[in-house]
């Protein structure tokens, strides 16, 4: 599949053209020719689970893949890593993520998230990702790391993230490019890494020298040793709390951030939104681990939202031995291309893919035509751990806000796709706060 029939016409963008490409060969394995990058991109739902779920051994994050040599200089080699490294991050981690102990974890986070809605007021101006960022800080610096990181400090490791999903991309296009030339944004990422590890190394040294026996995800790593029983060295224990605290912020605030100006686009859905949210939550009062049960509503939007909007938009894998793939020959060394963007929009798998509606994950709508045609959180082995947070958080923060609050748009319609580290909104997203009385209850 040459350049040409990539390059974006009218309102098409980068990924809208590959699922056009998706849709067009029937999903069937598709080569892309780059120049120097030849990708296969993997779209048919049988094709992905064959690379994440039936033989992931064959296919690694590692090598050239796109994305993850680049990013590897943020999070080095832990969870977000391969081989021996990462069993062992793995092991520290997920038990952790499980989805008993996230559920535990609900009040919580319920109640930072109260104290953090204290902060709009009616009329006030707001940049909706900059402020769901603070309130998701705010929760899981609280749950998951016990309140030793300052809010400020936290929130500027949001701002470097940001920077560094930013200045990222370049990398991610080009990843035949040496790492020794240098390209756009080089010296913005390193700054932004240099300037996490100022933020993040002096709280895991106080933690690591003054155990306070607290069970949180940060006392946990700090105490963590080796398969000998020794105490891990300091590089393992940041690399592992940097990760954790991007992969379970990054996602939820920017997936929501795309959710205000939607709900303004469509008031039919904001209306039963709002009903469902009036009726279950008390406004000023946390959400509570019972009623999240009742938000079934909220949760169908939220379901929505990251198949329309995948933060993690790009799964990029490197073959390691020769496979073949629905009678396609692939090479050992081939980058393979999955994308829950694309997959998540096949007109083959989703009726009226580009709409957005909830009702595809309604209780009792048709069972899906097929397993792997919605994995925003990726699959297999390196499933996102931060799944079941994520899954909680999120109507834990529309339910909190739009209990007491509505958000109306200031001169914007729905924001542009970017194509960073993360999928994000291309344009600031700004909101003017509205108090919201609720219904009298009976």
């Known amino acids: 599949m040459p350049l040409r029939r990539l390059v974006p016409r009218r309102d098409r963008d980068l990924l809208d053209a590959l699922v056009e490409v998706a849709d067009d060969v029937g999903a069937e394995m598709v080569r892309l020719n780059f120049g120097a990058l030849r990708p296969y991109l993997v779209s048919h739902p049988s094709h992905v689970q064959h690379v994440l779920r039936e033989n992931p051994g064959n296919y690694i994050r590692g090598g050239d893949s796109l994305m993850w040599r680049a990013l590897e200089r943020l999070f080095g080699e832990g969870i977000l ?62 749950v998951l790391f016990g309140d030793r990181i300052p809010i400020e400090d936290a929130m500027r490791i949001v701002r470097h993230q940001d920077v560094i999903a930013r200045s990222v991309r370049w990398r991610i296009l080009a990843p035949f490019i040496p790492d020794a030339v240098p ?3 080089d010296r913005a990422f390193r700054g932004a890494v240099s300037a996490i590890d100022d933020l993040v190394l002096p709280v895991i040294r106080r933690v690591r020298a003054q155990p306070d026996g607290r069970d949180d ?18 590089r393992p224990v940041r690399d592992d709390v940097v990760a954790t605290f991007a992969t379970t912020t990054e996602t939820t605030y920017v997936v929501l ?117 919605y994995f925003p ?46 999928l994000r909104p291309k344009e600031r997203i700004i909101m003017t706060v509205e108090a919201h009385r609720q219904p009298v209850r009976d």
């Open 377 to 422: 959180f990726g699959g297999g082995a390196h499933q996102c751990i931060g799944m079941y947070l994520f899954q909680l958080e999120a109507p834990l923060i529309i339910a909190t806000l739009l209990s007491r609050f509505r958000f109306r748009p200031v001169g914007q319609g729905m924001p542009h796709k970017q194509l960073a580290a993360s």
């Open 81 to 142: 890593s391969e081989g021996t490294a990462w069993t062992a991050s793995r092991g520290r981690l997920q038990p952790m993520f499980t989805a008993k102990r996230v559920a535990a974890l609900v009040d919580g986070m319920s109640e930072a998230l109260n104290e953090g809605a204290d902060r709009f007021t009616p009329g006030q101006r707001i940049d909706v990702a900059q402020e769901i960022s603070r309130m998701v800080c705010l929760a899981i610096n609280r």
């Open 257 to 373: 951030a795309w959710l205000w100006p939607l709900l303004h686009e469509r008031p039919d859905i904001a209306e039963r939104l709002y009903a469902e949210i009036d009726r279950v939550v008390v406004a000023g009062q946390p959400v509570r681990n019972e009623q999240l049960g009742e938000l079934r509503y909220t949760r169908m939007v939220v379901d929505e939202l990251i198949r329309h909007y995948p933060s993690g938009w790009l799964v990029p894998r490197t073959a390691v031995r020769d496979d073949v793939i629905n009678g396609v020959r692939i090479e050992a060394g081939s980058t393979m291309l999955m994308s829950p963007y694309i997959t998540q929009h096949l007109s083959a798998f989703w009726p009226r893919p580009q709409e957005f509606d909830p009702e595809r994950f309604a209780p009792g709508a048709p069972k899906r035509a097929h397993r792997w045609a």
């Open 183 to 185: 390209m756009p944004g």
């Open 217 to 234: 995800v940060l006392a946990t790593l700090a105490g963590a040793t080796d398969a000998r029983g020794e105490p891990l060295p300091e």
